[in-house]
């Protein structure tokens, strides 16, 4: 595996009294990354035998993914030499985080539980690959939509963006997503919204303007997307427009108008098409399910943001292939004492 053999360990050699090796950290660690991690102690117990105290398999996941999150670097000064497209794509993710409020002088309890508020807060992904390439490259973050285009500048760069390289960015229609592009890839970037959203807004838009054959108006402004015809669709949508009385809620023809018109330059669909570029931002929204929410959005699960931002590392770790080297370059063998 690139290179690095991975040592076996026996049971007297790798544990001892509050204590374990590096080879019985990488387990733990591998088994934490994936499920939570009370259901480390009976995968250990199934494969090596041991049972361990029950805050062991946290302690030790949450330290090495605080490692693995200080060690990140971001590369922003592109080279010369260069892919001729890359395709980058970034998102947020909804993550369950907890808050402990500061203890008052009036309360008696050291209960941190009694001062424990839920809330929700978003994670961001990106990814880049070269056009054709099926291995993208990630980076996640709890921070700033800055941070996020920082990242994606990062990922692109990894994945051969160059000087001269063309960037075809797909999204939704949040506003910071095209601020980002614009703000790393300036002139090399272009964006272009996820057709199947811009579609949604199409199709609630659909009974309003034709609603005895809603369906066929849909698809023939469909097809008008799709060969560059974004006025004539947002020209399809004037006559229809709600009253000023009516409610934005109650009415989709202005929403859908509204959206379109103050993005007139994110439609070109016939140009991504005639150079065979994705169309739909499906390659994000699936790598959310299997980077961020396999782990982080399980049943009763909540995190601090802290340890949040480090179980994203450590899983954008493992996607983009930099497990084996993480443990070759760090440590070497040794037993660590359990906190």
Known sequence: MNGHTVRPFSYSA???????????ERRIVDFGADVPFAKVHAKMKEHYGIVLPLHVPRTITEN?????????SLKQDMPQASADVIIAETDGSMIPIVTIAPKTSAEQSSDARKRRQLSWKEGRLSLAHKLGCIHPVFNATMGSTEETGDQLLDCAIQAGCGVNSKVHCVGDGATWINEQVHRVFSDQGSY?????????????????????????WLDQQKSQMKAGNAEDVIKALEPHIEAASIPDKDAPVRRCHRYMSNRLDQFDYKTAIEANLPIGSG???SAHRYVIQKRLKLPGAWWLESNAQSMLA???LRENGGWNNYWADNYTFRQTAWL
């Not at 090495?64 to 990140?72: C, V």
């Open 14 to 24: 790798d544990i001892t009294s509050r204590c374990c090796s590096i080879p019985l």
């Open 64 to 72: 090495h993914a605080k490692k693995i999150s200080e060690l990140e």
């Open 192 to 216: 272009l919204i996820d057709f199947m959203h811009l579609c949604e807004y199409l199709a609630h838009a659909s009974k309003g303007c034709s609603p005895n054959d809603n369906l066929n």
């Open 283 to 285: 390659e994000i929204e």
């Open 314 to 316: 450590l899983r954008v």
